[in-house]
């Protein structure tokens, strides 16, 4: 048997730690080739910005030891796991399995890395303080590298981002959420949870222990159930309100009750058509007409925030996100509740670069949902004229056979609307249905005109006025309309395809399509978070093609 002599381990311990440093180096230095796409993040990736916003998150003074896993350590694992679509489970394992993930965050082969819970600890602290520095801070770097980048004109889209939370029946929406109320209040105050339910019929919100599923009912069973639980729903929800009106609750403790309150309210307003008798309590309830329902209904209790997003023929329900590019990166990324349309979030995408990078670009591309004057109107103004929005004008003249608001002539002071026939009005009142003016033609004017089948059609009687909707941006969709036959247009259009690229990419690669975690908050870290990762992987692949030698050179 060899036996170790007893002064050798004296001789080593000293030198343990650089031992180990050593073999830990000589190891990663043969496991890891230079060209992995780690390694060179490593060589270009300044994370000290990262790490300065995250200080905060382990204290450095008083008592207790050195942190095991160090903010420098935890942000390069969020770096890894967006880089490489991994779950925190995944993350957790891919750190301990994979060396290259473990030599990027600051590992020796020989360490455990964190746990999926540190991770989460780290990840939740980051969305609650500081949710869009990793985007941020990876922008600014490119556009460090690549001054040219932030010139170049911008392509704007959506795509849907699936909620972490499944469709509800409008029965389960309305009981799911009265639940969600009366639980909130219970925390906020025993006793008032107590008052509120004193003499309340539960059994008519919530159901018995053994009612018939839901789907096993008749469509007029399943109406009267839905009748029976919005009348209790709306009786719960004046009950919390009465409550809420005297309740001494704190701030702080009201504004989960109200926050559940007004959702219950929202569903009840946009769902249902309710009675109330003499003394206003809701005595029946009827479920409106699909077409009368109103707008951003919500869609499910465990997400309140998502919406349905409905695009042609598909219907998700979830977020919608917007998204700016430019041939190469993306420069912002917002998240809407779902049923948002396209175009209302471009003003915000513009201001929020401006905010955060100093950055307004020349020109913004866009599909034809923003063809409408106002959407031309509003960027112009938000932007201070910085910022020409691109896209195909809505063609108003194709929807119909009579004369259209572009038929007829607006003076220069905009106070005299002259018909195709030549007779004028300055007879105008603001719409209340509208942004603009109806000018008025009165029956005189237009009797014995003979454009008056084309103006007037069946849509408007003879002795009847005839008005005519002349919109407040009616001169911004008329210069969008001279761009839109110029030969710069047809160029910016090309360019539009490029963001259908990027958005596949998200979707495909990145796991954009389905949110992580429930609310508005959690899928805008996530939407920026994902766009970071795709911004680093394009960098990577310039820098790749940047160093690589010129073939016409390497052959002289």
């Known amino acids: 048997m060899i036996s170790i002599p007893d002064f050798l381990p004296v001789v080593i311990l000293p030198f343990w730690s650089r031992l180990l440093a050593a073999l830990s180096a000589q190891i990663f230095a043969l496991a890891l080739p230079r060209s992995h796409y780690l390694v060179q993040l490593s060589q270009h990736l300044d994370c000290t ?34 880089l490489r679509n991994l779950s925190l489970r995944e993350l957790e394992d891919d750190i301990r399995t994979n060396l290259a993930s473990k030599w990027f965050v600051g590992y020796s082969p020989f360490e455990a890395g964190p746990d999926h819970s540190t991770l989460e600890r780290f990840e939740q602290w980051v969305i609650a303080h500081n949710a869009r520095i ?7 770097q490119i556009d460090q590298d690549s001054p040219a980048e932030r010139q170049q004109p911008q392509i704007g ?6 909620a972490n939370a499944a469709r509800e029946t409008l029965s389960v929406l309305v009981r799911h959420t009265g639940r969600r109320l009366l639980d909130v209040l219970v925390e906020a105050d025993a006793a008032g949870h107590t008052t509120v339910l004193a003499d309340f019929e539960q059994t008519a919100l919530f159901g018995a222990s053994d009612e018939v599923k839901e789907y096993r009912l008749t469509t007029e069973q399943r109406r009267g159930r839905l009748a029976t639980t919005a009348v209790a729903a709306a009786q719960l929800a004046d009950r919390v309100r009465t409550y809420l009106a005297g309740s001494p609750l704190t ?8 926050t559940w309150l007004a959702h219950l309210d929202k569903i009840l307003a946009d769902e249902f058509v309710l009675t109330r008798d003499a003394q206003q309590h809701v005595t029946a309830a009827a479920e409106r007409p699909k077409a009368a329902k109103g707008s951003y209904r919500l869609g499910s209790a465990t997400d309140p925030d998502a919406t349905y997003r409905v695009h042609d023929e598909q219907i998700d329900f979830g977020y919608n996100v917007n998204v700016a590019a430019t041939q190469h990166f993306i420069r912002e990324v917002q998240v809407a509740t779902g049923a948002q349309p396209d175009p209302v979030a471009i003003p915000e995408v513009l201001q929020t670069q401006k905010e955060q990078h100093d950055l307004t670009p020349t020109k913004f591309i866009y599909d034809a949902a923003a063809g409408a004057g106002k959407h031309f109107a509003t960027v112009a103004a938000s932007t201070a004229g910085q910022t020409q929005l691109v896209a195909p004008p809505i063609p108003y003249d194709t929807r119909t056979a009579r004369f259209t608001p572009d038929d007829f002539a607006l003076s220069p002071d905009e106070t005299t609307l002259t018909c195709p026939r030549g007779r004028t009005s300055t007879t105008a009142y603001y719409s209340q249905s509208g942004q603009g003016r109806n000018f008025r033609f009165t029956a005189k004017q237009c009797a014995g ?59 495909r690669y990145h796991d954009a399509r389905d949110a992580r975690r429930r609310g508005q908050p959690n899928c805008q870290y996530q939407a920026h978070m994902n766009a970071m990762a795709f911004n680093l992987r394009q960098w990577l692949r310039q820098l790749t093609r940047r160093s690589a030698p010129n073939p016409a050179i390497a052959n002289a």
């Open 251 to 258: 701030a702080g403790q009201r504004q989960p009750v109200a």
């Open 134 to 140: 990793f985007f941020d801070a990876v922008l600014q």
């Open 449 to 507: 005109c003979p454009l008056a089948d084309k103006c007037r059609g069946d849509a408007v009687r003879p002795e009847h006025l005839r008005q005519v909707f002349i919109s407040d941006f009616r001169s911004a969709l008329a210069q969008a309309r001279i761009y839109a036959q110029t030969a710069d247009f047809k160029a910016d259009m090309k360019l539009r395809a490029t963001i259908e690229r990027i958005i596949a990419n998200l979707v």
């Open 49 to 82: 910005s990262l790490e300065q916003a995250c200080a905060t998150y382990q204290h450095a003074a008083g008592p207790g030891n050195h942190a095991t896993h160090t903010v420098s350590r935890l942000v390069r694992a969020l770096l890894v796991k967006y």
């Open 157 to 162: 889209d959506t795509y849907a981002l699936r």
